[in-house]
């Protein structure tokens, strides 16, 4: 997606000698495309994922990467990632995926489903849909064997005879014992569910600063057709439509893929030097400065001195748009160099410019 410069040459079908040259630039214009996919698809507790960006169009893209979970139950170790992808080129984004919380025990696994959504520059996002399996700490099996064997292990104690009085003191030891546990166990599960809902919220306000930015930079406020991001990167104003101030909104100078449409500077309000406006050279030159006043009312090329290449720039020309007059030049004596020609005829090479 670019300008690539061309020569057109005519010749004379009776005369081959005779030729003229044009000169032009061809514009091949931007065809985004990209695919996305996610690898893999389920991931396991504390597991990581891939998406998979393949830019299928003809110009480099940058795409914004944003991680999502409406449950909250599903957290990352980041939220965004943006990347620049050349054409037919692929990207590969990791991303570690993990529960914000894990039951303690169960006899069966959880699925959360979680999604990434591709943003380009320019076009439609894509969303891939992921699922993320959880597993208990303890199976129930097991849960229920510890349960059992303790549950046994009191009332057998309970008929010695003998040791009716040390299994009492033993039981009020071990119940004040197990209170404490119990206690100090509901302390600490307080304390992760305090530090979980801080790192939530932490990460719910990383989340909302990135979207908002990424939401910042999609938008054009300036309304000249390039976003504030896109203006950032190439040094224009995001909030000024012309930043150079010469006539030329920076979107009719440059596109969203970077493109000059007319190979002018948007940094540079006389991108040739010739002492006109870019502006001033597209539009007509309705009101050129006093010493260019033979330019008024003539189109001109903004990005040469000299339009009409007569070797006088566009800004003092009388006329800029109008072409030199061909000029036949005399090359050889015919009839001293080739006997080939007919007595009487004369050579001539001529050469035009567009």
Partial sequence: AQTYPYRLVLRSSSDQRIEGHAFGNLLVEPAPRFTASLNPVR?????????IIQNTGNTEERYTVLAQDGQEAVLFDQMARRVTVPPGQEERVNFKVRPSLRPMYGSSKK???FQFQVLPAVGEPKTQNGQLEVSPRLPKWLFLLLIGIFGISLPLGLFSVNGIKSRAVQT????A??????VEQEIVAAEVTRATAIALSAEQAQTATAVATINRGLQDDDKDGLSNALEVEIGTNPNL?????????????????????????????DT?????LDGQEAHGNPNPPPQCETSKGFYTN?????????GEKDCFDPDPGDLPTPTPTPEVNLLADNDSFEAGTNGFYCTYHW
């Fill in 43 to 51: 991931v396991k507790m504390g597991g990581s994922t891939q998406v």
């Fill in 111 to 113: 699925s959360h489903s």
């Fill in 172 to 175: 009020i030891s071990g119940t």
């Fill in 177 to 182: 014992t197990a209170r404490a546990a119990v």
């Fill in 241 to 269: 439509a012309d930043t150079d101030d010469d006539g030329l909104n920076d979107g009719e100078e440059i596109n969203s893929n970077k493109v000059k449409l007319l190979n002018t500077d948007p940094l540079n309000p």
């Fill in 302 to 310: 903004p990005s040469q001195p000299d339009t009409d290449g007569d």
């Fill in 272 to 276: 040739d030097d010739d002492d006109l």
